[in-house]
Nanobody, 124 residues
Framework: QVQLVESGGGLVQAGGSLRLSCAAS????????MGWFRQAPGKEREFVAA????????ACADSAKGRFTIARDNAKNTVSLQLNSLKPEDTAVYYC?????????????????WGQGTQVTVSS
């Protein structure tokens, strides 16, 4: 059974940092591209960042460029998202997702597996 489990969310003040982690099991991790999405109350889920299966090549949403960094450790079957210079508008549930390596993009419909999410709250 495929499982993606996010952790590391919490409450921080504006300008602070958090490091989110996603632990994957039940799939051959190094054959999947990995992504992070987020969803705020009343809003649709939006793309944040993605990293290719081989750890060569990344993508990042315009709202996150210069502040967020995605990385993966294929030996540990984990993918992380470093959140720096956080703003109140970053408040959302952050989701980890997996997409087979032959498929690459920012569309949520293209991802095969999803975690349950971890809450990030940024106060002003």
């Amino acid at each position: 059974q495929v499982q993606l489990v996010e952790s590391g969310g919490g409450l921080v003040q504006a300008g602070g940092s958090l490091r989110l982690s996603c632990a994957a099991s039940g799939l051959t991790f190094n054959t999947y591209n990995m992504g992070w999405f987020r969803q705020a109350p009343g809003k649709e889920r939006e793309f944040v960042a993605a990293i290719r299966w081989s750890n060569i090549g990344t993508a990042c949403a315009d709202s996150a460029k210069g502040r967020f960094t995605i990385a993966r450790d294929n030996a540990k079957n984990t993918v992380s998202l470093q959140l720096n210079s956080l703003k109140p508008e970053d408040t959302a549930v952050y989701y980890c997702a997996a997409r087979y390596k032959s498929s690459w993009g920012a569309d949520s419909s293209g991802y095969n597996y999803w975690g349950q999410g971890t809450q990030v709250t940024v106060s002003s």
